[in-house]
């Protein structure tokens, strides 16, 4: 029996490190959010984000991995009045998920997001 190979890109497929072709390190235009964004960059698509400044807005990475964590403490940027959630195993991202992890976010930043009213 022939083994069998998945044409879909790898992680190291879609991000490309290289800033040198003005892409920020962002390849895949099927993700909807480029490694190492911030708050700041999904100005626009989160009305609420409209109270922020813009300093405290590139003070809070969204997260970009493919798998949410077991154990970890997350927030739906898209529904915070869900509030803060964890997992007991780890489970797979959709491509357009917005997702913050509670220990990248600033602790005076992460109180303010989880008590932030929606538009």
Same mark, same amino acid.
């Given at each position: 029996?022939?083994?069998t190979y998945s044409n879909a890109p790898g992680p190291e497929q879609r991000y490309n490190n290289s800033m040198s072709d003005g892409n920020l390190g962002y390849s895949d235009p099927d993700l909807q959010v480029p490694p190492g964004a911030t708050l700041a960059? &999904? #100005?626009? #698509?989160?009305?609420w984000l409209d109270t922020w400044s813009d300093e405290d807005a590139r #003070? %809070?990475? %969204?997260? *970009? /991995?493919?798998? &949410?964590?077991?154990?970890a403490i997350y927030a739906d940027l898209e529904n915070l009045e869900? /509030?803060?959630f964890t997992l007991d195993h780890e489970q797979p991202m959709a491509k *357009? *998920?917005?997702?913050?992890?509670h220990h990248e976010v600033p602790q005076d930043l992460w109180d303010r997001l989880v008590q932030t009213p929606m538009a």
């Open positions: 029996m022939a083994d960059d &999904l #100005r626009g #698509r989160l009305p #003070r %809070v990475p %969204v997260f *970009d /991995g493919s798998m &949410l964590t077991a154990g869900a /509030g803060p *357009d *998920d917005l997702f913050i992890a």
